[in-house]
């Protein structure tokens, strides 16, 4: 499609359990985003990748969230012992362009929405 | 201190009337975008209009309009002649040149369309 995919569009995680979240960008972009956005809130920024390199991961809320872009496409966002507060949509990003340029517009995918019990 | 503010949590507007969102922002870049995306109950993040910090003129994408205040910095979003399909949250967010290419977002705004 044209359009940022992402898979799963829901799941349902047993707290401890393991996830992982894919992204497929659109085709050429060179930035990645991911963002997650609890219920009722705006989206927090996570981890920002330019190709292949992770150029920023601040926002990251601990060690148990892993994000990776091997080949400078599909991305994968992954949480370990997943835990309650985790429960949110997990939106994933691109860009046309890398680096700084204020009218390089993000587009976004639909999310995955976890649910941790 | 919060770099983007959307002070109305939700609205009501009758349908073919106009609604201004209101969305202030801080920052000492002087170089930064705003943008304003429009989040239906489906979870998709649409991108409505953009607005860069030495643009001289405010923006216009169809129906939307951004009346971009930068003295006050305010960047408040103008939907004309709202449609039913228009009941969603919306978000206002900034890029700025020295937080690289990421965007920060406001709390959003919940708008609803009355027919």
């Known amino acids: 499609g ?5 898979s799963p569009r829901y799941k349902v995680a047993k707290r401890g359990q393991d996830v992982a979240l894919r992204c497929d960008p659109i085709s050429g972009h060179v930035s990645l985003f991911w963002y997650q956005q609890a219920l009722g809130q705006g989206p927090e920024f996570l981890t920002y990748f330019q190709n292949e390199a992770q150029l920023d991961k601040s926002g990251l809320p601990s060690d148990r969230f892993f994000a990776e872009r091997p080949e400078g496409s599909v991305s994968t966002l992954k949480i370990q012992r997943t835990q309650q507060e985790d429960s949110a949509v997990y939106l994933c990003a691109s860009s046309l362009h890398g680096g ?3 009218g390089n517009t993000i587009y976004f995918g639909e999310g995955s929405w976890l649910t941790v019990v | 201190a919060q770099k983007i503010t959307q002070t109305q949590p939700g ?13 202030t922002y801080d920052t000492s870049d002087p170089s930064y975008g705003l943008f304003w995306y429009k989040q239906p109950s ?4 649409i991108f409505l209009i953009y607005q860069g910090s030495y643009d001289q003129q405010n923006a216009t994408e169809g129906r939307y309009s951004l009346n971009f205040q930068k003295a006050r910095k305010s ?3 103008v939907i004309s002649a709202s449609q039913l399909g228009d009941s969603a949250m919306y978000f206002c967010a900034m890029r700025e040149a020295e937080a690289g290419n990421k965007l920060t977002f406001g709390g959003g705004t919940r708008v609803l369309v009355k027919p």
Do not use: I
């Open chain 2, 75 to 77: 960047a408040n979003l």
């Open chain 2, 42 to 45: 489906s979870g998709e993040m």
């Open chain 1, 100 to 102: 700084y340029y204020s």
């Open chain 2, 11 to 23: 609205m009501f507007v009758q349908e073919k009337e106009a609604v201004t969102l209101d969305c």
């Open chain 1, 2 to 6: 044209a359009g940022v995919s992402q």
